[in-house]
C-alpha cells in the first residue's frame, strides 16, 4: 500500500466509488461538527446529496473546466476558437452550478420548512448551508482514477495548444464555422505524443500519494458495506464496535489536512529556504511528520484486512447456505425412507451434515476472532493530535 501510494498507482481494474464513500471522503473538507451531522446522517439511515451521474463525473466535469480555462488564458489563441472554446466552457459551467444547487439546496434531501428544519436540529442532523458549500467543494475533489491532471501534462498540453493555435490564427479569417469548431476539438484535445498516458492498462492512476490513499480507503469500504456477510447476524457484534462511516471519515480528515500541511511547509521553504537554520527547522517538522504517514496508511491497511476478512467469511456462508438447502433435502429423504421403515440411512446422513455444519460454524468463528484484530488495530482507542504535514516521497 505504501508503493501504490508513492507512485499514486493503484493496480488493477477499480470501480468508482459510490456516492457514500466519496461523500464520506468529501466531508474532511467540513468542520468537525458538520462532518459528524453528516456521519450521523449515513449512519441513521438519512438522505444524503447523490448525483444521478455520480461525483466521478463531477470530478471529470471540473477538470475539463480547469483544462479550458488555461487553455483561454493563452496568449496565443485566435479569436475566433477563443469565441468557441469560450463557449464551451459557459455551458461546462453551467452544468457545475446546477450540480452545486443539486447538492446545496436540492429538495428532499434536507429540511425544507422551518418546523422541520429546527426538529433536525434539535435532533443535531441538520447541515447548514456553509457546510454543504464546503461539502461540494470537496466533491470536486473525489477521488477519481486516471483523470488527467499532471502538471507536466498540463504544460505539454499548454505547449500544444499553441502550436495548433499558430496554425488556426493565420487562415481562421478565410474558413467557415464548421472548421473552426473541428480546430477547437483539436485544441481541447491537444496532446502531443511526448506525453506519457494517464494510466497504464489495468491500472487507477491518481494525482498523488494523497488521494491514492483516499482512493484505497474509499474502495475497501464499498467492498465491506457492500458484502451480505457484513450484515449477516455472524458479524452483529463487531458491526457495533466500529463505526465504518466515521472511520472513513476521520481517515479522510487527516489524510486532507496532512496534505495541507504538506503544502505550507513546501511554500515556507520556497520562501525562506535560503536561510540554513529556517530549511532545518522545516526539515525537522516534516520529519516529525513521518509517523502520522505511517499510522495513516496502517489504518487504511487494516481496513483492507477487514475486507479480505469478510470476503473470505462470505464464502463460507455460502457454504453454510448449500449446508441447510440440503438439509431440507435430506428431512424429505428422511420422511419417504422412514415411511419404508429404513432408518439407517437417515440417521447417517444426519451425522455427517452435522459434522458438516460444526466444521463451517467453527471456520466462522475463526473469521470472527480476526476480524476483531483487525477491528482493534481501525480504531485506536487514544484519539491522536495531527501535527504538522508530510507528503509521501
Known amino acids: 500500500m505504501r508503493?501504490?501510494?508513492?507512485?499514486?498507482?493503484?493496480?488493477?481494474?477499480?470501480?468508482?466509488l459510490s456516492d457514500t464513500s466519496a461523500t464520506l471522503i468529501a466531508s474532511g473538507y467540513l468542520t468537525a461538527a458538520g462532518r459528524a451531522i453528516l456521519v450521523r446522517?449515513?449512519?441513521?439511515?438519512?438522505?444524503?446529496?447523490t448525483l444521478m451521474t455520480g461525483f466521478g463525473d463531477m470530478r471529470r466535469l471540473q477538470r475539463s473546466i480547469a483544462q479550458l480555462e488555461s487553455q483561454l488564458a493563452g496568449p496565443m489563441l485566435p479569436g475566433v476558437v477563443a469565441a468557441v472554446?469560450?463557449?464551451?466552457?459557459?455551458?461546462?459551467?453551467?452544468?457545475?452550478?446546477?450540480a452545486r444547487k443539486t447538492i446545496v439546496t436540492g429538495k428532499g434531501v434536507f429540511a425544507g420548512s422551518t418546523r422541520a428544519i429546527r426538529r433536525?436540529?434539535?435532533?443535531?442532523?441538520?447541515?447548514e448551508i456553509d457546510e454543504r458549500e464546503r461539502l461540494f467543494a470537496g466533491l470536486l475533489c473525489t477521488p477519481t482514477p486516471n483523470v488527467n491532471t499532471m502538471r507536466s501534462v498540463r504544460r505539454a498540453g499548454s505547449v500544444a495548444v499553441e502550436r495548433i493555435a499558430g496554425v488556426v490564427g493565420q487562415v481562421a479569417a478565410k474558413s467557415g464555422s464548421r472548421q473552426v469548431e473541428q480546430w477547437a476539438d483539436q485544441i481541447a484535445a491537444a496532446t502531443p505524443r511526448?506525453?506519457?498516458?494517464?494510466?497504464?492498462?489495468?491500472?487507477?492512476?491518481?494525482?498523488?500519494?494523497?488521494?491514492?490513499l483516499l482512493f484505497v480507503a474509499g474502495h475497501y469500504y464499498d467492498r465491506i458495506l457492500m458484502n451480505p456477510a457484513w450484515r449477516?447476524?455472524?458479524?452483529?457484534?463487531?458491526?457495533?464496535?466500529?463505526?465504518?462511516?466515521?472511520?472513513?471519515?476521520?481517515?479522510?480528515?487527516?489524510?486532507?489536512?496532512?496534505?495541507?500541511?504538506?503544502?505550507?511547509?513546501?511554500?515556507?521553504?520556497?520562501?525562506?529556504?535560503?536561510?540554513?537554520a529556517f530549511a532545518e527547522q522545516i526539515d525537522r517538522r516534516?520529519?516529525?511528520?513521518?509517523?502520522?504517514?505511517?499510522?495513516?496508511?496502517?489504518?487504511?491497511?487494516?481496513?483492507?484486512?477487514?475486507?479480505h476478512v469478510v470476503e473470505s467469511a462470505a464464502t463460507e456462508l455460502r457454504i453454510l447456505a448449500e449446508y441447510d438447502k440440503a438439509a431440507t433435502i435430506d428431512d424429505r429423504i428422511d420422511a419417504l425412507i422412514a415411511r419404508s421403515?429404513?432408518?439407517?440411512?437417515?440417521?447417517?446422513?444426519?451425522?455427517?451434515?452435522t459434522e458438516q455444519v460444526r466444521s463451517g460454524e467453527e471456520q466462522l468463528r475463526v473469521y470472527r476472532d480476526v476480524l476483531q484484530g483487525n477491528i482493534a488495530r481501525l480504531s485506536p482507542s487514544v484519539p491522536r493530535e495531527l501535527p504538522a504535514r508530510y507528503e509521501p516521497s
Do not use: M
Open 341 to 353: 421403515g429404513d432408518r439407517e440411512i437417515s440417521v447417517d446422513n444426519a451425522k455427517r451434515l
Open 85 to 98: 472554446l469560450r463557449n464551451r466552457l459557459n455551458g461546462l459551467v453551467r452544468r457545475r452550478e446546477e
Open 232 to 276: 449477516s447476524d455472524h458479524f452483529a457484534v463487531q458491526r457495533t464496535q466500529v463505526n465504518l462511516h466515521a472511520e472513513l471519515a476521520e481517515i479522510a480528515t487527516d489524510v486532507i489536512a496532512l496534505r495541507a500541511v504538506r503544502v505550507d511547509l513546501d511554500r515556507a521553504k520556497a520562501g525562506g529556504g535560503f536561510d540554513r
Open 41 to 49: 446522517r449515513i449512519s441513521t439511515g438519512l438522505p444524503v446529496p
Open 286 to 307: 516534516e520529519s516529525a511528520l513521518r509517523p502520522v504517514w505511517t499510522e495513516l496508511i496502517d489504518r487504511v491497511q487494516a481496513l483492507s484486512e477487514v475486507a
Open 3 to 16: 508503493s501504490w501510494c508513492d507512485h499514486a498507482a493503484v493496480p488493477g481494474e477499480r470501480p468508482e
Open 120 to 127: 433536525e436540529r434539535r435532533e443535531n442532523v441538520y447541515l
Open 194 to 212: 511526448d506525453i506519457p498516458a494517464p494510466a497504464a492498462p489495468g491500472s487507477a492512476h491518481l494525482v498523488d500519494g494523497y488521494e491514492a
